[in-house]
């Protein structure tokens, strides 16, 4: 069977035979696939290109396949080959079949010599990316693989950078990667160094595994992110004393005193020999603590990826304090353009802060309780996805209600995005 443009992918370039989907993001179909050369089993990407170009991240794509060509490790995910059609581009790449060590992680904390092992492979993985110039930018449990054998693999590199993109000033200033484990200063839109950026993921990452939960949580957006700014977290109780000292060092907020790798490998922690089979989880019988670390994996659910946004007009319940999210691939100059357009109509007045990014509406009728008073809060999370925050300040809640559903919903629904997957990226 010939491959095809309308997406029958039988037989790819008469070399790969094409079998059942392994999952799928906004722009691509990953697929089971054989070597019908050399009965090899891979997984080959399928990317729409039309959907690539409309989203102008052709570039991103020319950079990932770039970055995977250079970045050969025995704990990388390796590119084998790329093949492109009219509408179509193929990566050919290594198959890992252990799934992505999140899923680990939602059963429960990691022992401490199992993490111990993980982080090693993934120091090891984010030093070679380092010492060819390459910053990965979103390293999270969810693009960390692991291979048959238990070893890890760093996969998606979509949101990487080059050293040749620092600008004069010798720093990175897109603001990207998954909110949760992002470093302050990438959200801090003055620049940042890349490594510097990889290597605060990765204390977050190691957080993680330790803890079976992320260490800046918060439902609300902007306070999670003064968390992140501040390094206001704390080490549970179980963490050994050795691990404190190193992951208190590695999520620093001030990037000057971050540890470099070469720190982190000297650390006591870090030089304890790995065990020789990393794949087991800790074993526990105690049903409070489960019942913790299982609530603890919903929190990371919800945070990872950019947040929950599988309902992308997502309302809180009644009696909570009423608030709604949503995700747009549109600029974040049209989120503000669009919202003082709704807020003149309906006679609300306009305050702006924090680079236009924050508005404030304010209405100038007296309802049941007060004037209502609405916040808008914009963040730029990728660099094409801006996730917006609506919340109620003051007023009566069943007007601030019958203003989303009437006013908000309608003004904004062209701009929703409305995808079923929550990732951006390739």
């Not at 990667?177 to 801090?188: F, K, M, N, Q, S």
């Not at 190691?206 to 968390?227: I, S, T």
């Amino acid at each position: 069977m010939a491959s095809s443009d309308e997406g029958n992918y039988g037989v790819l370039h008469g070399k790969y035979e094409l079998g059942r989907q392994l999952g799928h993001g906004t722009f691509a179909k990953v697929y089971h696939a054989r070597n019908m050369q050399t009965s090899r089993n891979v997984a080959v990407k399928v990317i729409g290109k039309e959907k690539v170009i409309k989203a102008g991240m052709m570039e991103q794509l020319k950079r990932e396949i770039s970055v995977m060509k250079m970045v050969r490790h025995p704990n990388i995910v390796e590119l084998l080959e790329v093949m492109a059609s009219k509408s179509k581009v193929y990566f050919a790449m290594e198959l890992v079949k252990g799934g992505e060590l999140f899923s680990k992680i939602e059963k429960g904390r990691l022992p401490e010599n199992v993490a111990r092992s993980y982080f090693q492979q993934l120091i090891s993985a984010v030093d070679f990316c380092h010492s060819r110039g390459v910053y990965h930018r979103d390293l999270k449990p969810e693009n960390l693989l692991l291979d048959e054998d238990g070893n890890l693999k760093v996969t998606d590199f979509g949101l990487s950078a080059f050293s040749d993109h620092l600008r004069q000033d010798g720093l990175l200033h897109t603001t990207c990667g998954t909110p949760a484990y992002v470093a302050p200063e990438v959200i801090g839109k003055k620049g940042y160094d890349g490594a510097k950026a990889d290597i605060w993921s990765c204390g977050v990452i190691l957080y993680v595994l330790l803890a079976g939960f992320l260490p800046f949580q918060d439902e609300n957006v902007v306070a999670m992110y003064r968390k992140i700014y501040r390094g206001d977290f704390r080490c549970p109780p179980w963490f050994s004393s050795d691990a404190r000292r190193l992951i208190t060092k590695l999520l620093d907020p001030n990037p000057e005193f971050r540890l470099t790798i070469s720190k982190i490998t000297e650390s006591p922690w870090f030089k304890k020999q790995p065990p020789k089979n990393p794949g087991f989880l800790i074993e526990d019988d105690d049903p409070k603590r489960k019942e913790t670390e299982t609530l603890n994996a919903f929190h990371i659910i919800s945070l990872s990826e950019g947040f929950d946004l599988s309902p992308l007009f997502e309302e809180k319940k009644r009696e909570e304090k009423p608030e709604i999210r949503f995700a747009t691939t549109k600029p974040a100059e049209m989120v503000v353009a669009k919202l003082e357009s709704m807020a003149t109509e309906m006679k609300f007045s306009v305050k702006k802060s924090g680079d236009d990014c924050s508005l404030r509406l304010q209405g100038h009728e007296i309802g049941r309780k007060g004037k209502l008073g609405i916040a808008a809060d914009i963040w730029a999370v990728a660099p094409s996805l801006v996730v917006v925050e609506v919340k109620k300040l003051s007023g009566d809640t069943l007007e601030y209600d019958q203003f989303c559903s009437k006013q908000l919903r309608p003004a904004l629904k062209d701009i929703v995005w409305t995808s079923g997957d929550h990732s951006t990226r390739l």
